[in-house]
Structures are given as C-alpha cells and as structure tokens.
C-alpha cells in the first residue's frame, strides 16, 4: 500500500523558513514526478513544485527563487526547503506524484506564516 507522510510544517514568521519533508513507502520516488501541492483556506488545492525522475525541476511562479525542492532517492524521500515565506505562503502542504493521484493525498502538514 502507497503512503505519503508529510512532515515539518510550523509556525513562523515572515522571511523565515521551513523545510517539509515527505516520507514515501510503497512507491518509488526516483521513478516518479513528485510533487509539493498546497491549500490555503477557501482555496483551492494548488501546484507548487514538482520534481522529475531525472532531477529537472519546475515551480509555480509565486514560489520560483524563494523555494527548492529535492528529493533523496536512497532514503525514498521528497523535500521542499521554503525560504522567505509570506503570509501568503500559508496553506496545507501536501507532497503527491505528479500529476498528483487521488489515492495518495495524505494529511498534509500546515504551514502558517505570521506577519
């Protein structure tokens, strides 16, 4: 059975950072596009970056330069460092393939940005 647990979300301030991780089992990360998505309240779910299997990335416009995202092939893991966060940043963050599947939204991990 695939599962997706997302980790390290917090409270911080604006500017800060955050680092997410997302520990994958039942699916291998290094031949997968892995995703980061999030929902803010009354929002809709949204891209925010996506990693390929051969290591090209790409990012929503609104995060590009301020968040990178990696993954740890080894340990079958999948990352997104935030840096200069913005309260705008605050949302639900949830890692998934991509295109991301139904079946392997997991809880996400709330971020929450303070101005």
């Known amino acids: 059975q695939v599962q997706l647990v997302e980790s390290g979300g917090g409270l911080v301030q604006a500017g800060g950072s955050l680092k997410l991780s997302c520990a994958v089992s039942g699916l291998t990360v290094s031949t997968y596009m892995m995703g980061w998505f999030r929902q803010a309240p009354g929002k809709q779910r949204e891209f925010v970056a996506a990693t390929h299997w051969n290591t090209d990335t790409r990012y929503a416009d609104s995060v590009k330069g301020r968040f990178i995202i990696s993954r740890d092939n080894a340990k079958n893991m999948v990352y997104l460092q935030m840096n200069n966060l913005r309260p705008e940043d605050t949302a639900v963050y949830y890692c998934?393939?991509?295109?991301?599947?139904?079946?392997?939204w997991g809880q996400g991990t709330q971020v929450t940005v303070s101005s």
């Open positions: 998934n393939a991509d295109p991301p599947r139904n079946e392997l």
